[in-house]
C-alpha cells in the first residue's frame, strides 16, 4: 500500500466540535489536506471552520441516515470527492451492568456502532472512486482489558474493532484501507471532562493529548497500517511519526 500523500486529500471527520476529532481536523490542516468537519453543535464547527481557512462544515447527527446522506453530498458538492473518513463520533457509558439503562445503551449502541456503519456505507462509493481511500476508526483502550464499570462502553468499542478488520479485508480489492486507533486516557470533553492532559490518574496511567492522539489519526491515514494501540503511560511521540519524516 502506497503512503498517502495528505496534500489536497478530502477527508471527513465526525465529531469534529470538541477533543480527539477536534485535534484531528486542526493536524490534517496543517499538513496540506481538506478536513469535513461534522459534528451536532454549529458554533463548535464555525469556529473551527474560521480558524481552518474555511474548512467546510455540515452540522450532522450521525445517528441520522438523512443527515449522514447530506454530508456525503455536501462533501462531493464542495469537493468532488472523498479520499477518506474518520468514525470518531462517540460517547461514554461508565456504569455496572447490573445498573445499565437499556435505552441508554441502546444510544449508545447506535452512535458508537451502527452509525459507524451507516456513515461508513454512506462515503464508500466515493472512497472506493478515489483509488486509495481511507479509513479510520476510533475504538479504545478499554477493549484490551476487562474493567468493571466500562463494560458496556467497551463492548460498542469491541464491536468496532471487529467490524473493522471485517471490514479491512472485504475492501482490500477496493484499495480502501481501513485503520483502527485506540487511545488511551484523553483529556478532552469525554466523560466528565475533567482529565488535564500529562495528570497522572494513577502510577504509569497518564492522560493524553487529544493533539497527540489526532497526529496518530493523522498517521493512520498516510500509511493505511491495520491498528494502532496507544499504551497507558506517557505519550510516545514515535507512534504519531509519519513514514516520510
Ligand atoms: P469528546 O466528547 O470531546 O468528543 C466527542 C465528539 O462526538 C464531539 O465532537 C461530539 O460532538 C461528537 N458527537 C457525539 N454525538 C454525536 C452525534 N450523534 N452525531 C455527531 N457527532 C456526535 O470526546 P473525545 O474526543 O474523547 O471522543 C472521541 C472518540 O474517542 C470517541 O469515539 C471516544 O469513544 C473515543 N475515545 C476517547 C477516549 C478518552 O479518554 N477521551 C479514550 C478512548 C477512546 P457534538 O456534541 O457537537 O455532536
Not at 461514554?92 to 451502527?114: C, I, K, Q, T
Not at 456503519?117 to 462509493?125: I, K, S
Not at 476508526?137 to 458496556?152: E, K
Request: no cysteine; charged share 20%.
Amino acid at each position: 500500500m502506497e503512503p498517502w500523500h495528505l496534500k489536497g486529500k478530502i477527508v471527513i471527520v465526525t465529531g469534529a466540535s470538541s477533543g480527539i476529532g477536534e485535534a484531528a481536523a486542526r493536524v490534517l490542516h496543517d499538513a496540506g489536506a481538506h478536513p469535513v468537519l461534522a459534528a451536532r453543535r454549529a458554533d463548535r464547527l464555525e469556529q473551527l471552520s474560521d480558524d481552518l481557512g474555511g474548512a467546510l462544515a455540515v452540522v450532522t447527527d450521525v445517528t441520522d441516515a438523512g443527515q449522514r446522506a447530506a454530508l456525503v453530498d455536501a462533501t462531493l458538492a464542495r469537493h468532488g470527492r472523498i479520499d477518506g473518513l474518520v468514525n470518531n463520533a462517540g460517547v461514554s457509558l461508565h456504569r455496572p451492568l447490573d445498573r445499565l439503562d437499556l435505552e441508554e445503551f441502546r444510544r449508545v449502541l447506535d452512535l458508537n456502532v451502527l452509525s459507524l456503519v451507516g456513515m461508513t456505507q454512506a462515503a464508500l462509493p466515493a472512497l472506493r472512486a478515489s483509488g486509495a481511500g481511507r479509513i479510520v476508526n476510533i475504538s479504545s483502550g478499554t477493549t484490551t482489558m476487562v474493567l468493571p464499570g466500562v463494560g458496556a462502553y467497551a463492548s460498542t468499542k469491541s464491536a468496532v474493532n471487529m467490524l473493522s478488520a471485517v471490514w479491512r479485508r472485504e475492501l482490500e480489492g477496493d484499495r480502501v484501507a481501513v485503520s483502527l486507533v485506540l487511545p488511551s486516557i484523553t483529556a478532552t470533553e469525554f466523560g466528565e471532562g475533567t482529565l488535564v492532559a500529562g495528570q497522572e490518574l494513577r502510577p504509569g496511567m497518564v492522560a493524553h493529548s487529544a493533539d497527540y492522539v489526532g497526529r496518530v489519526i493523522l498517521r493512520a491515514l498516510v500509511t493505511g497500517e491495520e491498528r494502532i494501540d496507544l499504551p497507558h503511560g506517557p505519550e510516545q511521540p514515535e507512534l504519531a511519526e509519519l513514514p516520510s519524516a
